[in-house]
C-alpha cells in the first residue's frame, strides 16, 4: 500500500517536469523556435548519452566536481566554525553583524576581477569565487541556528549543573544541525551556479568551460547537454547533503 503511493506521488510531482519536456520537444519541432538555437531534448539526451559513451564528458564532469568540492568543503569548515561563534557569543554577533551584511550583498561574480588579480586564472581563483558564494548562507543560517535553540533547553541543562562545553556540544550544536545543513545545502546550490562562471573564465574544462565552448563552435545539442549535466550534477549533490543531513539529525527522530 505505501510502495503505490510512494509510487503515485512520485509520478504526481513529475508532471511538471513532463509537461516542460514536452513543451521543449514540440518548440523546434512545430517551428516555433528556430532549431539551430533550442535542440530538443531527445537531441539533447541523445548527444549526452554519446559524450559519455566516447568518454568526453567525464573529464569535465570530473574538473567541476573537484572545484565544487574543493570551494564547498573550505566554506563549510569555515562557515560553520565562524557561524558557531557568532552564534554563542552575541555580543560579537553584534559588532559583526553589519559587516557580514555588507559582505553578503556583495556577489561572487563581481569579485571575480579581484580574484583574478590576487590569485590568477588558476584554480586558486576558481575555488576563491566558489568559496565566496557558498560562505554566507552558510555561516548566516549556522548562526541563526544556534540563537534559534530554545532557550528553555539551555536554562534546564544548566540549573542541572552542566557546564558551558557540554551544554554546547549536547543541546545547542544537535539543536542547529538542521540550520546548519540547510545552510550547507543552500551553499551547495551556489556553489554549482558558481562553477560555471568561474570555468568560463581562464579554464580548459569543466562543464561551465563545455557550454561556453559549445556554443562558440556552435554545437548546441552538446552545449545543452553540458547543461542538463550542470542540472543533474546539482540535483546528485543535493541529494548527497540530504543524506547526510539526515544521518546527522537522526536523533531528531527517537
Given at each position: 500500500m ?12 513529475s508532471?511538471g ?6 513543451l521543449?520537444?514540440?518548440a523546434?519541432?512545430l ?6 538555437f ?6 539533447v539526451?541523445?548527444a ?5 559513451l ?5 573529464p ?7 572545484r ?9 569548515s ?12 552575541r555580543?560579537v ?6 559587516l557580514?551584511?555588507?559582505f553578503?550583498?556583495i ?5 571575480f ?14 575555488t576563491?569565487i566558489?568559496?565566496w558564494a557558498?560562505l ?11 540563537r ?11 540549573s542541572m549543573?552542566?557546564?558551558?562545553m ?5 543541546v ?9 545543513f540547510?545552510?550547507?545545502r ?5 556553489c ?5 562562471a568561474?570555468?568560463m573564465?581562464?579554464a580548459t ?6 557550454v561556453?565552448y ?7 545539442p ?6 542538463v549535466?550542470?542540472a543533474?550534477l546539482g540535483i ?10 539526515r544521518?546527522f539529525s ?5
Amino acid at each position: 500500500m505505501r510502495t503505490g503511493k510512494h509510487i503515485k506521488n512520485i509520478l504526481f510531482r513529475s508532471i511538471g517536469l513532463f509537461v516542460f519536456l514536452i513543451l521543449w520537444e514540440l518548440a523546434p519541432r512545430l517551428g516555433w523556435v528556430r532549431e539551430i538555437f533550442l535542440s530538443p531534448p531527445s537531441v539533447v539526451i541523445t548527444a549526452l548519452i554519446e559524450m559519455l559513451l566516447d568518454g568526453s564528458l567525464m573529464p569535465h564532469i570530473v574538473a567541476s566536481l573537484l572545484r565544487i568540492f574543493r570551494g564547498l568543503l573550505l566554506a563549510a569548515s569555515v562557515g560553520v566554525i565562524m557561524g558557531l561563534l557568532f552564534g554563542y557569543f552575541r555580543r560579537v554577533n553584534q559588532t559583526l553583524d553589519l559587516l557580514f551584511q555588507f559582505f553578503r550583498q556583495i556577489s561572487a561574480f563581481a569579485l571575480f576581477p579581484v580574484f583574478i588579480l590576487f590569485f590568477g586564472l588558476g584554480e586558486v581563483s576558481k575555488t576563491a569565487i566558489i568559496f565566496w558564494a557558498s560562505l554566507w548562507p552558510i555561516l548566516l543560517n549556522t548562526s541563526a541556528g544556534v540563537r534559534d535553540v530554545e532557550p528553555v533547553l539551555i536554562r534546564s541543562v544548566k540549573s542541572m549543573g552542566a557546564s558551558k562545553m557540554y551544554t554546547f556540544l549536547n543541546v545547542i550544536l544537535p539543536g542547529a544541525t538542521p540550520q546548519i545543513f540547510t545552510g550547507i545545502r543552500l551553499g551547495g546550490s551556489y556553489c554549482v551556479m558558481a562553477v560555471v562562471a568561474a570555468e568560463m573564465i581562464g579554464a580548459t574544462s569543466g562543464l561551465g568551460y563545455l557550454v561556453l565552448y559549445s556554443q562558440q563552435i556552435f554545437k548546441v545539442p552538446q552545449m545543452y547537454a553540458a547543461i542538463v549535466a550542470l542540472a543533474l550534477l546539482g540535483i546528485a549533490l543535493n541529494g548527497m547533503l540530504g543524506l547526510l543531513e539526515r544521518f546527522f539529525s537522526s536523533w531528531r527522530k527517537l
